[in-house]
């Protein structure tokens, strides 16, 4: 371990802390979670654990020690399966976006409740966004509540998904629709992960850390604009200062507003606009991150026709996403073949964000860079940012 960074909750949440640990070097998944006893491991926790990640994460090279702890137990379906090590299961679902199902949830509690885990066992989310969500959504759930730990493995859960409790599942074509509030108590963080990531997928965990910097610093704000070629480089120093810087953006924000009834929702930037696009478009068919870029050049320019926002702020910030091959064009490519019909199925999917709480929509706003707000917008209003 290299560092340490612990937030905390409000007393009334019901939860306490996250500790987040940071590491250099090769992931070593097994260290965490087993020690030497001689020439073997052994388990460190006298409770179980379930152990949740995916086919991709699970060949990975860094994988391999952790791996081969398990012995294979049953296969399931889309060449998923779990395995067994002593008293501990391992789960391995189908990868991204297609699988963030009520059934992969099933999944989970149901290795855990056929392995007679009791409420001292812990989950493991071993994986990006959509593995650390389902698990904690399974974790809130499962024999009301156990414990749930995560090792992030992507951008995106490094410097969102994972931090700040949100857990959940789509449902019926419709972005993160069932959750709850459940965080982890910890949370490991390799920066390595990432170089192993396509460049689509860092792409989309760099979209979260924009959004990041837009909201809440004008340094990482600047590192994004003067060192891409850094950034696009995933060098090692450069994507430790925007792991990090997100993370403490985020954690001020949770520590203030763990249930999202004000400033917390400010995090949205971009995502009513984003969700909207994945669930029109088909979610996986762009990647998350993609999408909320996208949403934040709408949300901007949508800024700019309230008023609240000059365009030069709009542009310059536009310009500098679109430099990373961010979509910013009002009719995106991943719904060309649909132009005549797009914006009012746009529409539709926003009228269903949780953010709203009447018939209007309501959108994150910015009158400049981190000075935000949100705002119910007419349906007019957002037309005319979508042509």
């Known amino acids: 371990m290299n560092s340490q960074f612990t937030f905390h909750y409000p007393k009334d949440s019901g939860f306490d802390k996250t500790d987040i640990f940071f590491y250099k070097g090769e992931p070593k998944p097994e260290s965490l979670f087993f020690s030497a006893e001689g020439s073997a491991l052994v388990s460190t926790s006298k409770s179980p654990r379930l152990f949740v990640t995916d086919t991709i994460i699970i060949n990975l090279p860094s994988m391999q020690e952790f791996k081969s702890l398990f012995k294979k137990e049953l296969e399931l379906e889309d060449s998923a399966y779990t395995a067994t090590f002593g008293s501990d299961v391992l789960l391995v679902l189908g990868p991204g976006e297609p699988y963030k199902t009520l059934g992969s949830v099933t999944e989970i509690l149901n290795a855990a409740l056929s392995h007679n885990f009791n409420r001292n066992a812990a989950f493991v989310a071993i994986g990006g966004g959509v593995i650390c969500d389902m698990t904690a959504f399974a974790a809130s759930m499962f024999k009301r509540g156990v414990e749930v730990k995560f090792v992030p493995t992507t951008l995106l859960a490094m410097v969102d998904a994972a ?8 449902y019926r074509g419709f972005k993160n629709m069932i959750g709850a509030f459940w965080p982890a108590t910890e949370l490991h963080v390799w920066s390595q992960f990432v170089q192993t990531l396509s460049d689509e997928e860092y792409l989309s965990g760099l979209g979260e850390a924009v959004k990041t910097a837009l909201l809440f610093s004008p340094e990482l704000t600047k590192i994004f604009t003067e060192k891409k070629d850094l ?7 450069t994507l430790s200062v925007i792991i990090s810087e997100c993370v403490q953006a985020k954690a001020r924000i949770v520590e203030e507003d763990f249930r999202e009834h004000g400033v917390r929702s400010f995090l949205n930037l971009g995502h009513t606009f984003g969700h909207a696009l994945e669930t029109v478009a088909g979610l996986g068919k762009i ?15 949508l800024s700019v026709r309230l008023g609240l926002c000059t365009k030069d702020y709009a542009e310059s910030s536009k310009k500098m996403m679109a430099s990373y091959g961010y979509d910013m064009n009002p009719v995106p490519k991943v719904l060309s073949v649909q ?45 005319a940012v979508l042509q």
């Open 287 to 301: 990647s998350h991150g993609s999408a909320i870029m996208w949403g934040t050049g709408r949300a901007l320019d």
């Open 339 to 383: 132009k005549k019909q797009y914006t009012q199925a746009l529409l539709d999917a926003m009228r269903k964000d949780k953010k709203n709480e009447s018939s209007e929509i309501r959108v994150i706003l910015q009158r400049g860079n981190c000075d935000t707000l949100i705002q119910a917008v007419n349906d007019k209003e957002i037309e």
């Open 231 to 237: 950034v696009l480089a995933r060098d090692e120093e």
């Open 163 to 170: 931090i700040g409790g949100k857990s959940g599942c789509d």
